[in-house]
């Protein structure tokens, strides 16, 4: 660390902290909580997780995808209108259980996870909660007490049926700060939130808040986290253990592509394992200040690489800075009225649908529009987002499966060059008729082996009685592969041919050598390039068709 380094992270970490002051409360607010709690997570979580993770850019804490899943779990126990200290103690012990989830996985080398979430599962969950959060937040905007846990469609209904009731002061107010939000982002985007609540303050206070009924924050009674150990008992646990669960793994997927993305420009390179330690100490520790649950934050970790954040030391200082506001400033946000943080979160909500990502996935694969689809309604209507999020990683991996359980299988030709060409490329190419060369693209496992089977049963129709397979393009064969390879092996030696194999790599090898298929094949019928496998393969063919054979293709055939 240099003076130069300490100067960027300061100026960063007074970045971030004006950041996170309305985000803290916005968040909080989505998660059902008093914004006091929003600010405990703040001021915890940051320092932790960069000091413990692998990012010198990344900022943890509250963030919008975790805080409404977090809601959506604990709803279902606690009412926190009427239940709020039964529902503050299920979240401080859902960010517990988050925490140790990860510590876990982080200490197992389990990092490799988050691959099979795929990033059009976490495009739809987000665009899906997007939605979720602004319509949720209606009730804010209009001054209309809808039921507690109503679903969107529910939502959009209670509204429209109880307009009359709508208290147009407090639209005002979320409108303003709304706009002010749209128009300040234009010019000032890393200060937008914090301006815009100001405004929208500034409105209630001149048309009157208390008079026409805007609800404000109200008094923080408590500027800094204090020490408690989180309420676990095992029927709690029970309870909230499959949405824990949901919630440690999407935040992990959240906080490690960030990481990704940022060190994409820093150039640093990322431990997932590292950032599974760091997410899950900083939940765990958070847990035990009366913080929730978090993750890796998009906004606030591109301010602080943008604001020119070099080590952790920026989470550090940001987090320090909360803690001077909230102890000589807190009496003010006591004023922050209600409509303003909807009017902000309905921006929030919007910003999280990523158009530019939807718009590739829809020009590129109508399967991974398919699984963006899926997560994205399934977030919107199905009332247990881990449901949702586990629908959707479910539709990716049986489009997987169904991508991979049918290998593509090339037929190839020698090109006047000598080299070998799918005839796709080339139909005026000519094949040998007594050599089918094919080149398979894929692994050869329980789940492809019938696909393949199916073409060398009609393979076996034709007139060839010699097939040499080019399998460059096969990355591993398991023991229901190799089995039917030693079975299909023997058919075409009964046809009086043989099955060949060419460019086989060596962890292909493996199970065939291993499992005695290498041996019971035959060690001829394997070459390692293809010149080789054509030169020993032409000794075998019959040279009295050879001889009225007009074709020839091989170099060996000018000597017939």
């Given at each position: 660390?240099?003076?130069?380094t300490?100067?960027?992270?300061l100026i960063a ?6 950041i996170s002051?309305?985000q803290?409360?916005a ?7 008093p914004p ?6 703040s ?13 010198n ?17 604990i709803?279902?126990?606690?009412d926190?209108t ?7 103690m299920?979240?401080?012990?859902m960010?517990?259980?988050?925490g ?6 982080g ?13 059009s599962?976490?495009?739809?969950f987000?665009?899906?909660?997007g ?9 804010h905007?209009?001054?209309i007490h ?14 429209a049926t ?7 002061y407090v639209f ?15 010019v000032?985007?890393?200060?937008y939130m914090?301006?815009?609540m100001?405004?929208g303050?500034?409105i209630?206070?001149?048309i ?9 924050v109200?008094?923080?009674?408590k500027?800094?986290?204090p020490f408690e ?8 646990m029970r309870?909230l ?9 999407l ?6 592509a960030i990481?990704r ?6 150039r640093q ?12 100490l900083?939940?765990l520790?958070v ?9 890796g934050?998009?906004?606030?970790s ?9 080590t ?10 909360l ?9 003010y946000a006591?004023?922050?009225p209600?409509p ?9 909500g ?7 990502h ?5 020009r ?9 689809a ?14 949702a999020i ?6 990716s991996?049986v ?13 190839m030709a ?6 070998f ?7 005026s ?5 007594q050599l089918k060369?094919i ?20 393979l ?31 058919k075409w030696?009964?046809k ?16 065939l050598?291993?499992g ?20 020993s393969?032409f000794?075998r ?9 007009e074709?020839r ?7 017939i």
């Amino acid at each position: 660390m240099t003076k130069e380094t300490l100067t960027s992270d300061l100026i960063a970490g007074i970045t971030g902290t004006i950041i996170s002051i309305p985000q803290s409360v916005a968040f909080a607010m989505i998660a059902g909580l008093p914004p006091v709690y929003g600010f405990y997570a703040s001021m915890i979580a940051p320092p932790i997780a960069a000091l413990f993770g692998s990012s010198n850019q990344m900022i943890s804490g509250p963030t919008t995808a975790i805080s409404i899943m977090s809601f959506a779990a604990i709803k279902n126990f606690a009412d926190p209108t009427s239940q709020l200290d039964d529902f503050v103690m299920l979240s401080i012990l859902m960010a517990f259980m988050v925490g140790v989830i990860q510590l876990v996985m982080g200490f197992a080398k389990m990092g490799k996870l988050v691959n099979f979430v795929s990033h059009s599962v976490v495009i739809g969950f987000t665009a899906g909660a997007g939605i979720l959060i602004a319509f949720k937040q209606l009730k804010h905007v209009f001054g209309i007490h809808v039921p507690q846990g109503t679903p969107l469609i529910g939502i959009v209904k209670y509204i429209a049926t109880h307009i009359s009731e709508a208290n147009w002061y407090v639209f005002a107010v979320a409108m303003g700060t709304l706009i002010s939000a749209i128009l300040i982002r234009l010019v000032l985007p890393k200060f937008y939130m914090l301006l815009a609540m100001i405004i929208g303050s500034l409105i209630a206070i001149f048309i009157g808040a208390e008079a026409h009924g805007i609800e404000t924050v109200g008094e923080i009674k408590k500027a800094l986290p204090p020490f408690e150990v989180p309420n676990i008992t095992w029927e709690n646990m029970r309870k909230l253990a499959p949405s824990a669960l949901a919630i440690a793994i999407l935040g992990l997927v959240e906080a490690v592509a960030i990481a990704r993305a940022i060190a994409l420009r820093t150039r640093q390179t990322i431990d997932s394992n590292q950032e599974f330690i760091g997410q899950g100490l900083a939940n765990l520790v958070v847990s035990f200040f009366k913080g929730y649950v978090g993750s890796g934050s998009f906004t606030r970790s591109g301010v602080n690489q943008q604001a020119g954040a070099k080590t952790p030391m920026a989470a550090v200082f940001a987090a320090t800075f909360l803690v001077i506001v909230l102890v000589f400033f807190k009496s003010y946000a006591a004023y922050l009225p209600k409509p303003a943080m909807g009017g902000i979160i309905l921006l929030v909500g919007y910003n999280l649908i990523d158009f530019h990502h939807i718009k590739q996935v829809i020009r590129s694969s109508k399967r991974e529009l398919i699984v963006l689809a899926v997560t994205a309604l399934g977030t919107m209507f199905i009332p247990r987002l881990e449901f949702a999020i586990l629908l959707g990683v479910l539709t990716s991996f049986v489009f997987y499966l169904e991508r991979t359980s049918s290998p593509h299988i090339a037929t190839m030709a020698v090109a006047p060059t000598g080299n070998f060409v799918n005839i796709k490329r080339d139909t005026s190419l000519a094949e040998c008729p007594q050599l089918k060369i094919i080149r398979i693209d894929g692994s050869m496992y329980y789940g492809s082996v019938e696909s393949v089977a199916e073409y060398f049963a009609d393979l076996g129709k034709t007139e060839y009685k010699h097939v040499l397979i080019i399998c460059r393009g096969i990355n591993f064969i398991d023991l229901a592969a190799a089995e039917w390879l030693s079975y299909e092996a023997e058919k075409w030696k009964e046809k009086g041919g043989g099955l060949y194999f060419a460019n086989l790599k060596l962890v292909s090898q493996d199970v065939l050598r291993k499992g005695g298929f290498y041996d019971k094949i035959g060690p001829e019928y394997f070459f390692t390039d293809k010149r080789e496998a054509i030169s020993s393969i032409f000794k075998r063919l019959d040279k009295d068709i050879c001889a009225s054979c007009e074709v020839r293709v091989f170099k060996e055939c000018q000597s017939i």
